[in-house]
């Protein structure tokens, strides 16, 4: 039987661990050619090796987000390798709890050019690429502090607000060009981003397939249609009402 995402080619970032890593995993199942892209070469290759049998075995390209250059040379792979770009997944970021007095500028500066700037470094070709193709679905991975902060995550919290106002600009850009964006809100999540959420119960943290599930939804909707929103958070986390 033929997977969801047959003949579909697909780029993720932040593809070494996490999130990142169960979306390429799930997608690659589905039957789509996959490019993850990160900066950890050999543990994307590692990964890469733990799939097992797959339609399409996905392929690995050391990518910095936060380097133009970089960004570049993974989409121009893609061109030459492939010819389309049908779907992209913007999920390389990482969290930071560092109190707002302490905060300094340099590190201000590498969550927002992670977080933020090169999720619009993917966009910008994205688009570029899915304008002309007249189709295609950027997916974006935002969180459940774009929607309620935990304290002393100013950094953070401004990069998941702005990448949900990014989302929103995306969609309507490539509205008339037949080109889907959507964001996925995770809450608490098992990943190397958030290693402490390793050790909570069950009941107030998810693992990152169930994220790639909701991921996965999206992408093999029809191209006419668009999830342009998702908030997926374990029933126990304290986010609704006063907790």
């Known amino acids: 039987m033929a997977g969801r995402l047959e003949n579909r080619v697909a780029i993720i970032t932040g593809a070494s661990s ?3 890593a169960a979306i390429a995993q799930s997608y690659a199942a589905e039957g789509a050619s996959v490019v993850m892209a990160a900066r950890r070469l050999d543990k994307m290759q590692a990964l890469i090796d733990q799939m097992g049998p797959l339609p399409v075995r996905p392929i690995a390209v050391e990518t910095d987000v936060r380097r133009e250059a970089d960004v570049l040379r993974l989409f121009e792979t893609v061109d030459r390798l492939f010819g389309k770009i049908d779907i992209v997944v913007s999920n390389a970021g990482f969290a930071d709890h560092t109190p707002t007095d302490q905060l300094t500028l340099a590190r201000w500066q590498d969550i927002v050019d992670t977080n933020l700037t090169g999720a619009f470094l993917c ?13 295609g679905r950027i997916i974006i991975v935002g969180s459940i502090s774009a929607k309620s902060p935990r304290p002393n995550s100013i950094g953070y919290t401004s990069t998941k607000f702005a990448l949900d106002g990014m989302t929103r600009s995306l969609a309507l850009d490539g509205r ?21 959420m390793v050790e909570k119960p069950r009941t107030e943290s998810m693992v990152a397939d169930e994220i790639a599930q909701v991921a996965t939804l999206m992408a093999s909707l029809p191209d006419e249609t668009n999830l342009l929103e998702a908030t997926i958070l374990p029933i126990g986390q304290p986010f609704l009402g006063r907790g």
Not at 186 to 191: I, N, R
């Open 18 to 20: 996490g999130i990142g």
């Open 123 to 135: 966009a910008r070709e994205s688009l570029r690429r899915m304008k002309t193709q007249r189709r």
């Open 176 to 196: 008339d060009f037949g080109v889907a964006v959507s964001i996925i809100h995770p809450g608490s999540t098992k990943t190397e981003l958030m290693p402490r």
